[in-house]
């Protein structure tokens, strides 16, 4: 079965980097675009960055944009989330995540990913 397992978080002051790991397996993954999530207490999850099954396109919402960098290792079966700059705000676990299906278009809503992982913790102090 498709297990994507996160690694990389922890507890941070504003303005440090931290670089989020997503090991997958279960299947190709390289045919498989990815995505990263977050979920802050109280709050819905929301969709954080995408990237294509092959690296060509990359996706992220406003407030990370220029701060954070998804990339993948397709020999490696590995996705990468790096985070700079980091901000109290960023504070959630973060999620990395799959579709069913391999190829396509690139999605970012959560109901487009069909694996999760279980999740990590990123902790901003101010």
């Known amino acids: 079965q498709v297990q994507l397992v996160e690694s990389g978080g922890g507890l941070v002051q504003g303005g440090a980097s931290l670089r989020l790991s997503c090991a997958a397996s279960?299947?190709?993954?390289?045919?498989?675009?990815m995505g990263w999530f977050r979920q802050a207490p109280g709050k819905e999850r929301e969709f954080v960055a995408a990237?294509?099954?092959?690296?060509?396109?990359?996706e992220y919402t406003d407030s990370v944009e220029g701060r954070f960098t998804i990339s993948r290792d397709n020999a490696k079966n590995t996705g990468y989330l790096q985070m700079n700059s980091l901000r109290p705000a960023d504070t959630a676990v973060y999620y990395c995540?799959?579709?069913?299906?391999?190829?396509?278009?690139?999605?970012?809503?959560?109901?487009?990913?069909?694996?999760w992982g279980q999740g990590t913790q990123v902790t901003v102090s101010s």
């Open positions: 995540a799959t579709p069913r299906d391999p190829w396509g278009e690139l999605r970012t809503t959560t109901e487009d990913y069909a694996y």
């Open positions: 990237i294509m099954y092959n690296g060509a396109r990359r």
């Open positions: 279960g299947r190709t993954f390289s045919r498989y675009h």
